[in-house]
């Protein structure tokens, strides 16, 4: 929620607006006073961290008439006509009806005397901006409500933490996340670690559950499984609509059925809603913010009050009410036991979460498919590895796996993969099969070889910009070697977000969450140091992604690219702004600077000028972050992503095997045979690799164009900085107001 402030505060000052605080919540606006205050650009430095500085409380008052005329009587007082408002369905829909009966409020002030009618005419429209601030991702309208991303972090440090140390037990785990009316939380955290069973409320078990989980739970332990991990969400039910509780599953597990499983229980709690927010949640937090303001901006008295959502990566704008109405029809279809519709209003993202632990169930094996990673090692490769055997084996193939990329591929390190062999996966950072840079050109003869040897029907290949390459090789070598005429798939996974034809890749989350929790670490190590100046490089190649993405979330005054030239008097001009800064009370700047951004202007040089030219204002310090970026264990964003995205290009290769299968052999030579799934702006989407080649600059292994360059004058005005900011880069708000939110789902 700070992210969200922060960035409202200074949009909002940017665009040449007051801004104002209410403390409290609606409690704040009813009492007046000192609970609203003003803001400035420096009151909302440093806020990066987690929680609301500005406080969030419930308000019985606000529900009432008197309530509400006492807070129309408080913004009067102050001109205040915007309200954006951040919080769950209750506390938008409370605002909706304050905005309807803005007009009868202002009325009753006149005739009451507490405002004349020119302060009415000045205050005639009141225009309202929700963004919805919710652990439990329950609104329907959004792919991901701001705080849902750092609530995962908690669940899964948990998880991991539990799993280090329990596989020597052979234990079974029963752990209660948030939830109470959505199974988001738990779905999705089942989901990012390989849970076994999960529960939750919008689609509860089928009548005999307790013997199918317990039946599965003991083929685990038969396929060599030491730990098993059951999530329950807090709301979870049955089919009668009785609670499913962690002590009822956990009783079921160790006494009634007579597994006898050694068996703990572990509820969260709210330690799910503590600790630092995510990078994602910082981004997404910023974005909404700034599009909020952009939305008051505009809006008229005929503009209905709407909520900024995200669908797949662009910020939306959507009716209000629209979205609370099919929030409360979800509860309504619980209630009703409808449990499919409830599933389907939930919206397509968690339809699509659903089907893909739906996917992940055991059956027998047909088709042979081979599976390897390619370049750099990158967070959630595992987990994609792990989601592309198991849903394999699910749509009855034999699944191989090859170890050392396509140096091993062409030296035959390539052996069968079991569903048991990749248990425990998801958490793993790097990559288990191991993984090289090397490109197929030069061994043809071999891979194609060996292709032979093992009878390989279809290829998925998971990594960077080599992936891309490597399948672009193999396709354009279909008409010398006919045993590349199968179904291929790349899936860009690499920290550096570099693969064209996707706007995200694998692994950039976790990548980002080290940065900004390393950038967090060295400014909180200055906290008791004035005027501190930190120049911090960052890995990415040529590619901009992690400084510029990195830099929005950990609030950098500059960020320094290759995609974007400087020279010297954009770094004079860099230091000029920080020094005044620092004069207006700023105590700690922060500056990146990606690798390979300018071969002269390196990470020594801008450290020495800005050390030389700050002289007397503030001293620098120099921190080069180095591999750290790239290891670690994968966040849930991309633990999810992971799953997710193998799932989905099992399937497309289980769909052209059968297309191209004849004969007696699979044979595939079209452009559509061979290529990469990748998300782009809403939906994710399946491209021949040979009509991508058009949209990249190999020299520099980077797109030619790239979606998040659009982010950097947001960046720069959060910074202070006078720059333009074209209301299009924000997502397409042409005609963002006419988007309905199932279309959205």
Known sequence: MNAAVRAVVRMGIYVGAKVYFVHEGYQGMVDGGDNIEEASWESVSSMLQGGTVIGSARCKEFRSHEGRLKAAHHLVQRDITNLCVIGGDGSLTGANLF?????????????????????????????????????????????????????????????????????????TFVLEVMGRHCGYLALVSALACGADWVLIPEMPPEDGWEEQM?????????????????????????????????????????????????????ILGHVQRGGTPSAFDRILASRMGVEAVLALLEASASTPACVVSLCGNQAVRLPLMECVQMTQDVQKAMDEKNFEEAVRLRGRSFENNLNTYKLLSYRKSSFNVAVLNVGAPAAGMNAAVRSAVRVGITEGHKMFAVNDGFEGFYKGQIKEIKWGDVGGWTGQGGSILGTKR????????????????????????????????????????RTSHEDFCIPMCVLPATISNNVPGTDLSIGADTSLNAIVETCDRIKQSASGTKRRVFIIETMGGYCGYLASVGGLAAGADAVYIYEEPFDIRDLQSNVEHLTEKMKTGIQRGLVLRNENSNE??????????????????????????????????????DRNFGTKIAAKAIQWISRKLKESYKEGRVFANTEDTACLLGMRRRAMVFQPVVQLKDQTDFVHRIPKEQWWLKLRPLMKILAKYKTSYDVSDSGQLEHVTRVRPKKVD
């Open 99 to 171: 905005r309807e009966e803005w007009s009868g409020l202002l009325e009753e002030l006149v005739q009451q005397g507490l405002i004349d009618e020119k302060a009415a005419q000045n205050n005639s429209e009141l225009h309202i901006v929700g963004m919805v601030g919710s652990i439990d991702n329950d609104f329907c309208g959004t792919d991901m409500t701001i705080g849902t991303d750092s609530a995962l972090h908690r669940i899964i440090e948990v998880v991991d933490a539990i799993m280090t140390t329990a596989q020597s037990h052979q234990r």
């Open 438 to 477: 090397t490109l197929p050109a030069k061994h043809l003869d071999k891979i194609a070889e060996q292709i032979r040897i093992h009878n390989i029907n279809a290829l998925l290949v998971i990594g960077g910009f080599e992936a891309f390459e490597c399948l672009l090789q193999l396709y354009e070598a």
């Open 214 to 266: 317990c039946q599965k739970l003991s083929e685990s332990r038969s396929r060599g499984s030491r730990l098993n991990i059951i999530i329950v969400a807090e709301g979870a039910i049955d089919r009668q609509g009785k609670a499913i509780t962690v002590n009822n599953v956990k009783d079921v597990i160790s006494t009634q059925l007579c597994l006898g499983f050694d068996t703990r229980v572990t």
């Open 600 to 637: 002269n202007f390196t990470t020594d040089f801008i450290y020495q000028l800005y050390s030389e030219e700050g002289k007397g204002v503030f001293d620098c310090r120099k921190n080069v972050l180095g591999h750290m970026q790239q290891g670690g264990a994968p966040s849930p964003f």
